[in-house]
């Protein structure tokens, strides 16, 4: 493995801040005073639907658009109306945008150029970081005679190899096909760690965040609602939307009864109370009526009588049995209280012939811990 | 009955239905651009007599221009001055197509417009135009005369090579914005985009990227203003004089006033063929099919 061309020193902090940065189109706030940190050598995305002004974010940091107010600090540097010529990033592209008339060393080496590097570190550099995007030998080749996900490692070797502060990839792999983009994003991955410059990465795929990153800050309507681990943003998420965004997830209304250390809730209209000791549950007062979230793969499934019974249970008809291989998907119909979706690894009930049966009378159980409970 | 035999012949063999298919056009090209081509190569072989064109097959014409050197000058100094005109065209015409393309967003349509609307006139009286502004009673003696910088208006503005640049370039500016025009708005802005974030400031993003990229648009545009300009007779007619004549003058006159219709064609082949030079030394720098139809 190629050793990491910066010599960055160690020194602890922030590559990127964010302090309230705003941008505004007519009276629609596209950015609302998001703040943000982002460490050395982090691999960030900013996940969230279009329109959540995920794009417009990176693009004032690239300093293509002006905010409207707060502040870009590039490793404590404020930025300002710095052009982008000035900053010390460089951006991936989701249409690569490759010069189509030059070649892929010219491309490479275009960033090089324009800060008059010498001709011979300008060829070494340029082919140390093919080797890298692993397009070795490709330097008289023309964009249009790439596949996509060849131009697209020449657009992150373009913009790597003038070693920025901040690499910025604006869905990067969008135009790829499925297949293409899973290889691409492992690729992504192993750049990052062989360079271990900052990435902030921007997409709408929460698959694709989960996969790639250290943290996520998953936006909304123009704000930040949540940065966190991978980790957390999945099983802790703050507010619904996250819950709702990332991952699936069973939703069932209720209304709170008590507070025990967690919070009790009654749904499925009275007839089921569950109880949560998610630590984000504990904000919520008696009485609000709130959203209860449980991930499909938290759910045990057992025959009616079996008896299991821990943490939380609710009864209900089997609806849907779908076999996935590694997996079964299972939907179970709750009665008035809605259905609930429950993924199980393959395996589980090899006793009773593998899998459950539509029209069986199960109960499902999960533990508090992993009962989410958002006001509504 | 008859009808779906004949389909079926033809789906069976695919190449006749398209040659069928492309039958009217093939017909088109050959009776209105080959056809006409061929008469003038042929006519140059013959003789203009009292009782027209006579097909007695001689090289005399080919033999005249030769030998005269006038006729060389007049389609060099023909050459030169639409290669000026054409180049001051592109100067000019670059950064107008530029704004129209890159710059104005919401008047767009409204610029482009005013760049057409002149077109909306015949080019004769666009070329008359010129007289009261350049003329002896024109705009520019008038305002001279009026703060008293000369005492007696001057002549050098009209009837000379001078108002023939100036003529001509007013005449075909659109034919030179609009290819530069369209292949500027094609130009993706995350190229430029691209070309800034890895440090090239204006001026070399444009040297070294919109520039290139536009390229197609600008030799477009520069052939087809030199296309039309080298041909040009009306306007040096109107706005020549004796110093402004081009090639296409004594051609036109060779068809109107002396009905040398033989001698009329020879020149025409020769203006032909210096223009086939140009186009072919054009088409080394940007392929042709990059000018037209825009594929990389």
């Known amino acids: 493995m190629a050793s990491a061309p910066t010599a960055r020193p160690a020194t602890p902090g922030f590559d990127l801040e964010l302090r309230e940065l705003t941008k505004r189109y007519g009276s629609m706030r596209a950015v609302d005073a998001i703040s943000l940190a982002v460490e050395r050598g982090e691999f960030l995305s900013i996940l969230g639907p279009s329109g959540c002004g995920k794009t417009t974010t990176l693009r004032m940091v690239a300093g293509f658009e002006r905010p409207d107010g707060g502040e870009i600090l590039l490793q404590g540097v404020r930025m300002g109306a710095t052009p982008p010529y000035e900053r010390n990033v460089n951006t991936v592209f989701q249409s690569y945008a490759l010069f189509p008339h030059m070649t892929v060393f010219d491309n490479v080496a275009f960033g090089l150029r324009m800060r008059r590097l010498p001709a011979d570190e300008i060829g070494r550099r340029v082919r140390r970081m093919l080797e890298i995007v692993e397009l070795p030998g490709y330097e008289r080749r023309l964009p249009h005679q790439l596949s996509g996900g060849e131009q697209q490692r020449i657009g992150v070797a373009r913009a790597l190899v003038n070693e920025p502060t901040v690499l910025l990839l604006d869905e990067p792999l969008g135009a790829l096909d499925l297949k293409v983009r899973k290889r691409m994003q492992l690729e992504l991955k192993r750049i990052h760690r062989e360079v271990g410059i900052t990435f902030i990465y921007v997409t709408h795929d929460q698959e694709e965040a989960l996969v790639l990153s250290d943290r996520v800050a998953v936006m909304h309507q123009g704000r930040i609602e949540q940065v966190d681990t991978t980790f957390n943003i999945y099983e802790h998420p703050r507010t619904m939307f996250v819950a709702d965004f990332i991952g699936e997830s069973n939703t069932l209304p209720g209304e709170v009864v008590g507070r025990d250390g967690g919070v009790a809730v009654r749904c499925a209209g009275g007839a089921v109370v569950v109880r949560s000791r998610e630590a984000g549950a504990a904000a919520v007062a008696v009485g609000a009526a709130v959203h209860v979230v449980v991930r499909p793969e938290k759910i045990a499934l057992a025959l009616a009588g079996a008896g299991r019974g821990e943490g939380n249970q609710v009864t209900g008809t089997v609806r849907e049995v779908v076999f996935q291989g590694t997996s079964v998907r299972y939907v179970v119909d709750l009665g008035v209280a809605g259905t609930l979706a429950v993924h199980e690894p393959n395996g589980q009930r090899l006793d009773v012939g593998g899998l459950l049966k539509p029209g069986q009378e199960v109960e499902a159980s999960w533990p508090p811990d992993a009962t989410l409970v958002f006001a509504r | ?296």
């Open chain 2, 1 to 296: 009955m008859v009808r779906r035999r004949l389909v079926r012949f033809l789906a069976t063999r695919p190449g006749l239905g398209l040659a069928l298919s492309l039958l009217p056009g093939i017909v088109c090209l050959l009776v209105f651009v080959a056809g006409p081509l061929v008469a003038m190569v042929v006519s140059t072989f013959w003789t203009s007599s009292i009782d027209g064109m006579v097909p007695a097959w001689n090289l005399d014409n080919h033999r005249r221009i030769a030998s005269d050197p006038i006729f060389t000058r007049l389609l060099f100094k023909s050459l030169r001055i639409s290669l000026v005109v054409t180049l001051a065209i592109l100067v000019l015409g670059y950064p107008l197509a530029y704004v129209i393309a890159r710059k104005a967003t919401r008047f767009k349509a409204l610029l482009l417009l005013l760049v057409f609307i002149p077109y909306w006139i015949s080019y004769v009286i666009r070329s008359y135009a010129w007289y009261p502004i350049l003329g002896r009673e024109g705009a520019i003696n008038y305002a001279l005369t009026g703060l008293g910088l000369v005492d007696r208006p001057l002549d050098l503005f009209l009837f000379n090579e001078f108002s023939v640049h100036l003529g001509l370039v007013s005449v075909f500016m659109p034919f030179g914005v609009v290819p530069i025009y369209l292949s500027l708005e094609r130009i993706p802005q995350a190229y430029l985009e691209a070309a800034a974030d890895l440090g090239a400031r204006p001026l070399r993003s444009f040297v070294h990227v919109l520039l290139p990229l536009s390229l197609p648009g600008l030799v477009g545009g520069g052939l087809m203003v030199f296309i039309l300009t080298i041909g040009a007779y009306v306007t040096p007619q109107l706005l020549g004089g004796p110093g402004g004549i081009m090639l296409g003058n004594i051609i036109a006159d060779q068809f109107g006033a002396t009905f040398n219709w033989t001698w009329g064609g020879t020149l025409s082949l020769a203006m032909m063929v210096v223009t086939l030079g140009v186009i072919w030394l054009a088409s080394r720098r940007v392929r042709i099919s990059q000018i037209f139809l825009g594929t990389p």
